[in-house]
């Protein structure tokens, strides 16, 4: 199983406190905040103890985390994930990535053997213990089991019978020895029992952090994760050998309900906090063993004016894809692994009328939609190897088709799909997707090539691709940005070359966005403007248009401080029948 290998001994002892926590000097050297939980937290304040204060200094102690701490070069963090656990965030010297630590309330007491006595009380006396209610309250049902096989005390054990009705012993029945706790011991083997059995074990704590965006397991050795304010950091909690590295991954993919062998070793499925988790077994096909990697998601989406703040966009495109996407404009969005093209999508969903019928289709649930009319089709992944009953994201297009959506979104194309896709933008239906390609030409080469094969006649149905990328600062931070919003006009089969217009394009150098298509974009003049009622001799009145609307988000945002994903889609949705947008 796993281990906690910390980056510093645990040689420091607590000193005796009984006289006040303010009597000791080591106390008074914390920050107010932090002395106010170091006392809530015992083992908070026992785990500070261990640091090597000479060598890391003083934690300091914020109750959230906000994006300005990106700029903190050698950070020395501790925040609150719920429930007593916190994170350390502390520099590692010898290492590009920082330390990232978990302070759980059980990180200071060795536990092992007392766990192990009390689930063996559980399995010994489990038919004196009530049934199960798989509905019902698991974790206070947990929370029962463990009190009933432990007492508190510090003397030895003593025996205690228990019977199923009548609390008397039956005869022949074995006597139950409850196992003696302190009351500290028995919070922590109660938060041990709900993190391992309901739980993911060890990395339940990292799964519950809003602030981490992937955690990755390579092989043997640590964890890795991808922090949303402090990026690559390395966990504790590491894998000595491979044998070790496979029980626990075996023991996850039974807890997913996705269970894994070597003649099925891949595993794809959903966390139910909304986490797409892949799991990959055995060294058969991973030569340094099994791996895994989790990919959160934030349970409120990012919205269009978060996207604004992060730098991702600016006010004017918004205001161009503000009116791409209600007018049926077809829209995918395009880039490398990681570039924030389900982000992206998401957040334009808030552009799609309110009262508009929205079908998603998926290999993994990511999307959320905000729309109340929202149909949100899965594919069968764990069907897929047997092709019989096997629901495909090909089939489940095809069948969208037949239910008048306003708005088909594929959460990414793959393989044949792709053909459909195209023949649902030709029958008028409008479709947004995300697809992995690094450029323009690179997207069509993809589309038109196999395993997609769309006609390269069919591409200009799409008429508007958002290329992504991820990019390193001046000062070694990475940022996920538009690099082009580009417009497909047409196909020439004479010279096979595809017509192109550039609308918006990121100038890497001084990181903002020039609007090149401006006073030159086909989709705007020649597609938006005529269904909106501009007359042809005026069809440029529609950049105003354009700036009209960046103006009215800068205000929305700026202004009235709208930032939250589902007051976006409410405050545009009345702007949609105020006529103002």
Not at 146 to 172: C, F, I, N
Not at 428 to 447: C, D, N, P, Y
Request: glycine share 8%.
């Amino acid at each position: 199983m796993a281990e906690i290998v910390l980056p510093f001994t645990r040689e420091n002892k607590v000193d005796d406190h009984g006289k006040g926590f303010h009597n000791c000097e080591f106390f008074q050297t914390f920050a107010p905040p932090l002395q106010e939980v170091a006392e809530e937290y015992p083992h908070l304040f026992e785990y500070l103890h261990w640091l090597p204060i000479e060598e890391v200094g003083v934690p300091r102690y914020y109750p959230r985390l906000t994006k300005k701490m990106e700029d903190i070069k050698e950070p020395n963090i501790i925040y609150p994930l719920g429930d007593g656990i916190f994170a350390h965030v502390m520099t590692d010297d010898k290492d590009t990535r920082n330390h990232y630590i978990i302070v759980e309330p059980t990180l200071t007491m060795d536990l092992g053997n007392i766990m192990s006595q009390v689930e063996s009380r559980c399995i010994q006396f489990g038919d004196r213990l009530p049934n199960f209610d798989a509905d019902g309250d698991k974790k206070q049902q947990l929370t029962n089991y463990v009190e009933q096989m432990t007492a508190l005390g510090s003397q030895s054990e003593e025996p205690t019978s228990t019977g199923r009705r009548t609390g008397l012993l039956r005869k022949g029945e074995p006597k139950l020895t409850k196992v003696r706790l302190t009351e500290r011991e028995l919070e922590g083997i109660k938060y041990l029992f709900i993190r391992d059995k309901l739980g993911l074990g060890d990395i339940e704590p990292l799964v519950s952090d809003s602030y981490i965006e992937d955690i990755g397991c390579s092989g043997v050795g640590h964890l890795f994760i991808e922090h949303k304010i402090f990026k690559g950091c390395k966990s504790p909690i590491s894998f000595s050998s491979l044998d070790d590295l496979d029980v626990f991954v075996l023991r996850l993919a039974e807890q997913i309900g996705k269970p894994v062998t070597y003649r099925s070793p891949i595993a794809d499925a959903t966390l139910p906090v909304g986490a797409r988790i892949n799991i990959v077994y055995g060294r058969d096909v991973s030569k340094r063993g099994s791996n895994f990697s989790i990919r959160k998601f934030s349970a409120v989406p990012i919205s269009i004016f978060d996207l604004v703040d992060f730098g991702t966009l600016n006010y004017q495109m918004l205001g161009y894809l503000s009116l791409v996407i209600p007018n049926g404009m077809n829209l995918f969005i395009a880039g490398e692994s990681a570039s924030g093209k389900t982000s992206m999508l998401n957040a334009l969903t808030t552009f799609i009328p309110p009262k508009a019928k929205i079908v998603t289709i998926e290999d993994t649930p990511e999307l959320q939609v905000p729309h109340e009319n929202w149909i949100r089709e899965v594919i069968q992944s764990d069907k897929l190897e047997d092709s019989t009953g096997a629901v495909t994201t090909f089939d489940l297009l095809k069948a969208a088709l037949r239910q008048r959506p306003n708005e088909i979104i594929v959460g990414e194309i793959r393989g044949p799909e792709g053909n459909v896709a195209f023949q649902a933008m030709q029958t008028g239906h409008a479709v947004m997707s995300t697809f992995h390609a690094s450029t323009m030409e690179k997207l069509i080469q993809r589309m038109t090539a196999a395993p997609i094969l769309v006609p390269k006649s069919y591409m200009d149905n799409l008429n508007v691709a958002i290329l992504m990328r991820s990019i390193k600062l001046p000062n070694g931070g990475t940022v996920r940005r538009v690099t082009e919003i580009d417009e497909i006009v047409g196909f020439d089969p004479p010279t096979q070359s595809f017509d192109i217009v550039e609308a918006f394009k990121l100038d890497e150098t001084t990181d903002t966005f020039e609007f090149t298509g401006y006073m030159n974009s086909h989709v705007m003049e020649h597609k938006i403007a005529t269904m909106l009622g501009i007359p042809s001799r005026a069809k440029r009145r529609i950049y105003a248009e354009i700036d009209k609307r960046a103006r009215i988000f800068a205000k929305l945002h700026k202004e009235r401080g709208i930032t939250d994903f589902y007051e976006v889609l409410r405050v545009l949705g009345q702007a949609q029948q105020d006529g103002l947008l």
